[in-house]
C-alpha cells in the first residue's frame, strides 16, 4: 500500500490525518488476518522514525525519505514524488523479484508513485481516490478555496492507468465515471467498515457522560473530525444559536462539543471557529478539546443526544457509523457517503442543503424528547453492526484477485 501524505501511525482529527488513516490501519490488519501480508509506504515527517515498524504481525509500515521532515504541506508534495519513488524502488531492490503481488494506493498523490511501481514490477494498480478534486470543487463552502487543476489531471491519469478502482459508495463509483470517464467495469464498490470492538454503545449515555463531566440531562450535540469549511461545523453554531434564540432556556442544559483540529483550508484560520462562537455569543455552550485517540472519541459519541455532520462533501464519512455504532444518531447533510452511512428517519436524519435553521430544526426534537437519542441512538447500533472492516477485507481481497487475474489472462493471451 501506498499512503504518501499521510501516515497510517499519525493521530487523526486534525491535519491531513483523518478517515484514510484510519481506513488504511483497518483495512491493512483485516487482510493481514486473512494471509494477505501488507506494506504501507509512507512518508517519513520526523527523524526519529526507524525505516520500518510493525503496526501489527503482518502490517509493516516503511518510511521513505523525501524532502525535508517538516515545513512541507500536502500541497508542496507533487514536487516530492520522484524522491518517494525512488524510496520505494530501493526498498523493493533489497527484495527477490516477485516480493509485491500488487499495489493498493490511496489518494491521487500515491496514485502516481503506485502508477510507475505497478508497471516496473509487473503487477496489478489498485487505487483508492479517496477524496476526488472535481467533487470537492463542485460542493466548495462560501468562500473555500478550490482544488487546483493539476490535481484533476492527475487524478485523471490514475483513472486510465489503474487496474481497478476502489469507490466507498455507488454514488463515489458513478462520480469516477461522469467526472473522470472511470469505466464502470473496473470500479468495486467496498463500503468502508467500522471497528464494532471499539465503537459500540458499551454502558451506555449516562456513564460517558459522568466520564466526561458533561451534565447528565444536557443536549449534546457534538461535532467530531477535521475542522475546516467543507465539514461545516459553523454550521452546527449557527444552528445552535437558532436553537437558543427560539428557547432561551436551553442555555442552562446544552453543551456543544468539539472535537478535532484544524486542517487543509481550515488551518489558515485556525481560531475561526471561536470567534464565529464569540460573535454568535455561546462561547459558554461549546466546548472546544484537541483531537483524541478513537477510545477516547468513543466516550464523546456515547455521550452525545446526536452527531451532526453539515459537510458539504464527502466520501464517505466514518465518523458518522462510528457514533451510530456507540448508539447515538446522527444529524447529516445529504452528500457524499453520508446517505448510506446513514438511514434517513430510522438511525438519523439526512437535511438537503446547508441552511442552519433546518439542522436547528432537526435538532429540536432532541431537546424535546430526550429518549429520542436512546431510541433512534439503539436503530443506529443495529444499523452500523453491517459495517464490519472483517467485510470490506474480504471485498478488498476479492478485488485483488480479480485484477491478479485479469494479468495473468492478458499475459497468457499475448502468449
Ligand atoms: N478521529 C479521531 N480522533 C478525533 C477525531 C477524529 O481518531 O479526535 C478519527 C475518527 O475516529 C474517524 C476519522 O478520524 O475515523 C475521521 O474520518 P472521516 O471519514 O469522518 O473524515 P475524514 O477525516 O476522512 O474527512
Redesign the pocket.
Known amino acids: 500500500m501506498l499512503s504518501v501524505h499521510t501516515s497510517p501511525l499519525h ?4 491535519g491531513d ?7 488504511i490501519v483497518e483495512l491493512a490488519k483485516r487482510l493481514a488476518a486473512i494471509d494477505i501480508e501488507v506494506e504501507i509506504f509512507t512518508r517519513a515527517t520526523t527523524a526519529a522514525l526507524p525505516p520500518a515498524v510493525e503496526l501489527a504481525p503482518g502490517v509493516l509500515v516503511r518510511h521513505v525519505d523525501a524532502g525535508p521532515y517538516e515545513g512541507l504541506a500536502k500541497e508542496d508534495l507533487p514536487a516530492q514524488l520522484c524522491a518517494f519513488t525512488h524510496g520505494v524502488m530501493q526498498a523493493w531492490a533489497g527484495h527477490r523479484p516477485g516480493h509485491y503481488d500488487l499495489v493498493h494506493s490511496h489518494y491521487w498523490l500515491s496514485g502516481h508513485v503506485g502508477w510507475l511501481a505497478a508497471e516496473r514490477w509487473g503487477v496489478p494498480l489498485v487505487h483508492a481516490m ?2 476526488m478534486a472535481k467533487v470537492k470543487n463542485a460542493a466548495l463552502a462560501e468562500g473555500d478555496t478550490p482544488e487546483p487543476a493539476a490535481r484533476v489531471i492527475g487524478e485523471q491519469q490514475i483513472v486510465r492507468a489503474a487496474d481497478r478502482l476502489i469507490a466507498n459508495t455507488d454514488e463515489e463509483a458513478e462520480e469516477l465515471a461522469r467526472h473522470y470517464e472511470a469505466a464502470r467495469e473496473l470500479v468495486a464498490v467496498v463500503h ?1 467498515g467500522v471497528n464494532l470492538d471499539r465503537f459500540r454503545p458499551a454502558d451506555g449515555r449516562a456513564a460517558a457522560r459522568a466520564r466526561l463531566g458533561l451534565p447528565a440531562d444536557a443536549l449534546i450535540p457534538l461535532f ?3 475542522i475546516q469549511p467543507l ?1 461545516a461545523p459553523d454550521i452546527l453554531l449557527h444552528a445552535v444559536a437558532h436553537l437558543l434564540e427560539e428557547d432561551p432556556s436551553l442555555r442552562e442544559r446544552i453543551v456543544v462539543p468539539v ?3 484544524p ?1 487543509g483550508s481550515g488551518l489558515a484560520k485556525p481560531e475561526g471557529l471561536h470567534k464565529l462562537a464569540a460573535r454568535l455569543g455561546i462561547c459558554d455552550v461549546v466546548r472546544f ?6 477510545d ?2 468513543a466516550d ?1 459519541y456515547r455521550a452525545a443526544s446526536v452527531l451532526v ?1 453539515p459537510s458539504y462533501s ?7 457509523i ?1 457514533a451510530q455504532a456507540c448508539g447515538t444518531p446522527v444529524v447529516a447533510a445529504s452528500v457524499g457517503g453520508l446517505p448510506v452511512a446513514v438511514r434517513d428517519g430510522v438511525s438519523g436524519t439526512l437535511i438537503h442543503g446547508h441552511d442552519p435553521a433546518d439542522y436547528a430544526r432537526a435538532l429540536r426534537p432532541f431537546a424535546a424528547e430526550p429518549e429520542r437519542a436512546d431510541r433512534m441512538g439503539a436503530a443506529a447500533a443495529r444499523h452500523a453492526e453491517s459495517f464490519g472492516w472483517d467485510t470490506a477485507a474480504a471485498a478488498t481481497a476479492e478485488v485483488y484477485t480479480e485484477a491478479m487475474r485479469e494479468r495473468r489472462r492478458l499475459r497468457s493471451g499475448h502468449g
Open positions: 493521530q487523526p482529527g486534525t490525518a483523518g478517515g484514510m488513516n484510519v481506513y479517496h477524496t468502508p467530531a473530525g477535521r465539514k472535537v478535532g483540529g486542517s478539546r484537541p483531537p483524541c485517540a478513537q477516547e472519541l464523546w455532520m464527502e466520501s464517505f464519512g466514518l465518523v458518522a462510528e
